[in-house]
């Protein structure tokens, strides 16, 4: 294809990856092709080694060095996957890695890096300001640069999943991917059209990172000065002239979709499919599920990652759970004496409300004399179960607000 990006060297790729990579499940979703109406499997790149898809591009570059490159080290910029990618493939290669992250990196990202072996330099406050530093220590140092994404090895390595999927689903008829930089969809899209021209390459982008997007919609490359979303796997505001010329010949469309749709999908996969999923990883079901994608038959959706860190997934699911009507705050006023707020909190759990917190105040100056204004948090089954609550204590004589 490009820059020697071919189907040989995808499956050379996949043979110097053999027994230092996962051959990731690719598991058929009933719940998820009831709701898509097709057969839509998931490919679970969540479940590989460092928690994403970055070893395998990482591991084909570092792979492929020459012994004196080799000796010297590497040397990337990430704030995320790719840096663990690389600590460890350079670790099971046996030779020294250096990352340059964001003083801004989450601490538990940093420390995985660490972990699996790299030495860690922290500079500036973001990636941009991060890869100055990677290149000014490439040169100082004799190091050799792993880019993320535009590098036709990387690429390659990346391409060893469009392999896997084919080899498992002959049948395939499209395969979903997320794009940032465009090296995973590249390298997916080189395999599947060299081995089943006849499948359909879908790529998709958060809405407020939709560089890649707008540049196969131009038809040359064109930066955005944002990447705004939650997929911050995929916040990518310039993306690779390399990956670009090879997603002109082989992805067949690029559709965008919003942060809500995308915080939606990580809720139900970890709800449903019991897969813990970043932004990135989920977005192509995000897609899926809101229509974005016409599909009729088997289709593999690749989820790229589960590196999330826990206090954003603690907000998604709040967050989830408010959306469906499952979490809802309501506020009432009741007789400030003995008993009257037992009498409420009883009142809800009869129809089988289950009550979270409470805040009982009296001493509000809109609060009359004599009464207390009681707000109470509830989990409950559904919308309908909210309002069947909310009805029952209306038919108490309260005055009940949903908030």
């Given at each position: 294809?490009?820059?020697?990006?071919?189907?040989?060297?995808i499956?050379?790729a996949a043979?110097?990856?053999a027994?230092?990579?996962?051959a990731?499940p690719?598991?058929r979703?009933?719940?998820?092709?009831q709701m898509?109406?097709?057969p839509i499997?998931?490919?679970?790149?969540n479940?590989?080694?460092t928690g994403?898809?970055k070893?395998?591009?990482?591991?084909?570059?570092i792979?492929?060095?020459?012994e004196?490159e080799?000796?010297?080290?590497v040397?990337?910029a990430?704030?995320?996957?790719h840096?663990?990618?690389?600590?460890y493939?350079a670790?099971?290669?046996?030779?020294r890695?250096?990352?340059?992250?964001?003083?801004?990196?989450?601490?538990?990202?940093v420390?995985?890096?660490?972990?699996?072996?790299?030495?860690?330099v922290?500079?500036g406050?973001?990636?941009?300001?991060?890869?100055?530093?990677?290149?000014?220590?490439?040169?100082?140092?004799?190091l050799?640069?792993?880019?993320?994404?535009n590098?036709?090895?990387v690429?390659?390595?990346?391409?060893?999943i469009?392999?896997e999927?084919l080899?498992?689903l002959?049948?395939?008829?499209?395969v979903v991917?997320?794009?940032g930089?465009g090296?995973?969809?590249?390298?997916?899209?080189?395999?599947?059209?060299a081995?089943?021209?006849?499948v359909?390459?879908?790529?998709?982008q958060?809405?407020?990172?939709?560089?890649?997007?707008?540049?196969k919609?131009?038809?040359?490359?064109?930066p955005?000065?944002v990447?705004?979303?939650?997929?911050?796997g995929?916040?990518?505001k310039?993306?690779?002239?390399?990956?670009f010329?090879v997603?002109q010949?082989?992805?067949?469309?690029?559709?965008?979709?919003?942060?809500?749709?995308i915080?939606?999908a990580?809720?139900?996969?970890l709800e449903?499919?019991?897969?813990?999923?970043e932004?990135?990883g989920?977005?192509?079901?995000?897609?899926?599920?809101?229509?974005?994608i016409?599909v009729?038959?088997p289709v593999?959706?690749?989820?790229?990652g589960g590196?999330?860190?826990?206090?954003f997934?603690a907000?998604i699911?709040?967050?989830?759970?408010?959306?469906a009507?499952?979490?809802?705050?309501?506020?009432?006023?009741v007789?400030?004496?003995?008993?009257?707020?037992?009498?409420?909190?009883?009142?809800?759990a009869?129809?089988r409300?289950?009550?979270?917190?409470?805040h009982?105040?009296?001493?509000?100056?809109?609060?009359?004399l004599g009464?207390?204004?009681?707000?109470?948090?509830?989990?409950?089954?559904?919308?309908?179960?909210?309002?069947?609550?909310?009805?029952?204590l209306?038919?108490?004589?309260y005055?009940v607000?949903?908030?």
């Open positions: 294809m490009n820059n020697g990006l071919t189907i040989q060297a499956r050379e043979a110097a990856l027994g230092v990579a996962h990731t690719l598991d979703s009933s719940t998820f092709s898509v109406g097709a499997y998931l490919k679970l790149e479940l590989q080694k994403s898809f070893l395998r591009g990482a591991y084909n570059k792979h492929l060095l020459s004196t080799k000796k010297c080290g040397i990337a990430s704030a995320g996957n840096a663990q990618g690389v600590a493939a670790s099971h290669a046996g030779i890695s250096v990352i340059v992250m964001p003083e801004t990196a989450p601490l538990s990202k420390s995985a890096t660490r972990g699996y072996g790299a030495e860690v922290l500079a406050t973001s990636y941009d300001e991060a890869f100055a530093r990677a290149k000014q220590l490439e040169q100082q140092q004799g050799t640069f792993v880019h993320a994404f590098d036709p090895q690429m390659a390595g990346q391409g060893t469009g392999l999927i080899r498992e002959p049948e395939l008829s499209t991917v997320p794009i930089g090296g995973l969809i590249a390298g997916v899209a080189t395999a599947i059209k081995l089943a021209p006849q359909r390459v879908v790529g998709v958060a809405a407020g990172a939709d560089a890649m997007a707008r540049s919609q131009a038809g040359v490359l064109t955005t000065a990447a705004s979303t939650i997929a911050d995929i916040a990518v310039s993306p690779g002239d390399a990956t010329a997603i010949q082989v992805v067949d469309e690029i559709v965008t979709i919003d942060d809500e749709a915080a939606a990580i809720l139900m996969l449903r499919a019991k897969l813990m999923v932004g990135a989920a977005i192509g079901l995000a897609a899926l599920l809101h229509g974005k016409p009729r038959g593999a959706c690749l989820i790229s590196n999330i860190d826990v206090n997934i907000r699911i709040e967050r989830g759970l408010v959306k009507g499952r979490r809802v705050i309501i506020t009432t006023t007789v400030d004496r003995p008993g009257a707020l037992q009498r409420l909190l009883a009142s809800i009869a129809c409300g289950n009550v979270l917190y409470v009982h105040d009296r001493i509000q100056h809109e609060v009359p009464q207390a204004k009681v707000q109470v948090s509830l989990e409950t089954r559904d919308e309908e179960h909210t309002a069947e609550i909310l009805s029952a209306q038919q108490e004589g005055c607000a949903k908030d």
